[in-house]
């Protein structure tokens, strides 16, 4: 709630300094009598009570709002533009706290009907305390099988599980957080299945025909501290940490001694046909949907949290269309070798952003909500270097005679430190 000016007082208040009047929030307004005689009761009153007048919590609420300064946007309060007001900054966790880069590379390769899908959302969760402030971003593939629909369906909805999870969740309980998000959509994409009749897609959602539809998920949150995986399916996530691949996630195949186990104590059974299968149909053992499969194709994830380091390099995440011909050790030596290339001499290093640069893509992704637009398309903040990374791993694939649909990200965790701008 911004201070009030009297007539009798406006000259007074209009020789202060600008500044005074930018910080303070001051306006020059009217007052009708009625309104007058309304503040002064209040104020009596609240004497009479206690001897002093004590503004209420929204009127000290909306005091606050208006006392921040109109030229400059920055969350941390750094001078930007043409704003001549400085306010002590927030420390932040860390002042390398930037967004990852990426790149994204997406093939259908010799299969008919592409069905992975990939979903991208930096700064998808903020994390403001008193003193610090932290953006998660998320990262997800999804391998769908039988149709796309229910990879389609995780590519709009999970990112926002994982969302209301972190946000309810102060304890930052990665496990149980990630398991009740893959719950959760497991449960959305079996009762969507059955409430919508049709859709643009072979199976057009018909029962029975949808039950033997289902998705991979791997899923990765990044935090300044934390790289959190979790994986249900056959994808994978790999770190690059100094130079050697970091597996951050297993394979749930069915011939696995713990899934093999976990499948016949549920009744069920693994035959072997064209490789290892649940039933000899599905060649996971682990993935969102496939209501006829149930109890033996779990949907719950294996969850891994590994502490960032100054070593960290890149990272990986990719459906089995590519780890079923590449290796860790190959992709990530491919990877490093171009990442390395291109930030050499001569080879076209990206600017780092600066920090007002940072804040104005904050802003934008305020305007749209989780994720941020560039390009025209939401959550599109790509690094040429990364992109063409992960193209070469599709090429890789497919020239290895890969079968499946191919997808890839590749995320540049290499520490960045903000240039701040006079």
């Not at 911004?2 to 406006?10: G, K, V």
């Not at 400059?72 to 930037?98: A, M, R």
């Amino acid at each position: 709630m911004s201070d009030i000016c009297y007539e009798d007082e406006a000259l007074a208040c209009e020789t202060r300094p600008s500044w005074w009047r930018r910080r303070i929030g001051v306006q020059r307004c009217r007052m009708s009598p009625a309104e007058i005689n309304h503040t002064a009761a209040a104020a009596a009153a609240a004497e009479d009570s206690e001897g002093i007048y004590k503004p209420n919590k929204q009127e000290e609420y909306d005091f606050m709002n208006s006392a921040s300064p109109e030229g400059c946007s920055d969350e941390n309060n750094v001078s930007c533009e043409n704003s001549s007001v400085n306010i002590p900054s927030k420390k932040t966790v860390k002042e390398t706290d930037l967004r990852p880069r990426y790149g994204v590379a997406s093939v259908c390769g010799r299969r008919r009907d592409m069905e992975d899908t990939v979903a991208i959302h930096p700064s998808f969760v903020r994390k403001q305390t008193e003193f610090s402030r932290s953006r998660w971003h998320y990262f997800g593939i999804y391998d769908g099988h039988g149709c796309s629909h229910v990879a389609s369906r995780c590519k709009e909805r999970l990112h926002e599980l994982v969302q209301e999870e972190a946000l309810s969740d102060k304890n930052e309980e990665w496990k149980k957080m990630m398991e009740r998000s893959f719950t959760r959509m497991d449960k959305e994409a079996v009762r969507w299945e059955e409430t919508v009749m049709s859709a643009n897609c072979k199976c057009e959602l018909q029962t029975p025909n949808c039950d033997a539809v289902g998705s991979t998920a791997v899923v990765s949150v990044i935090t300044p501290e934390k790289i959190v995986v979790a994986n249900c399916g056959d994808s994978r996530a790999v770190l690059c940490r100094n130079g050697k691949p970091v597996p951050l996630s297993t394979d749930h195949k069915p011939d696995r001694p713990d899934e093999l186990d976990r499948i016949q104590e549920a009744g069920g059974r693994v035959i072997y046909w064209d490789g290892p299968r649940v039933l000899g149909v599905l060649a996971t053992s682990r993935a969102i949907g496939d209501n006829y499969l149930k109890p033996y194709v779990s949907s719950e994830p294996e969850v891994t949290v590994t502490d960032r380091t100054e070593e960290d390099e890149f990272m990986i995440i990719a459906s089995d269309g590519l780890w079923d011909v590449v290796t860790n050790d190959a992709a990530c030596a491919m990877v490093q070798m171009y990442l390395n290339k291109k930030s050499g001499r001569g080879g076209g290093r990206r600017r780092e952003a600066t920090e007002c640069e940072e804040n104005k893509d904050e802003e934008e992704e305020e305007k749209v909500g989780v994720g941020s637009r560039k390009n025209g398309k939401k959550g599109e903040i790509t690094d040429k270097a990364c992109t063409e990374a992960s193209v070469l791993l599709t090429k890789l694939a497919l020239a290895k005679h890969s079968s499946d649909n191919v997808s890839v990200v590749v995320i540049d965790l290499r520490k960045r430190r903000k240039r701040h701008v006079a």
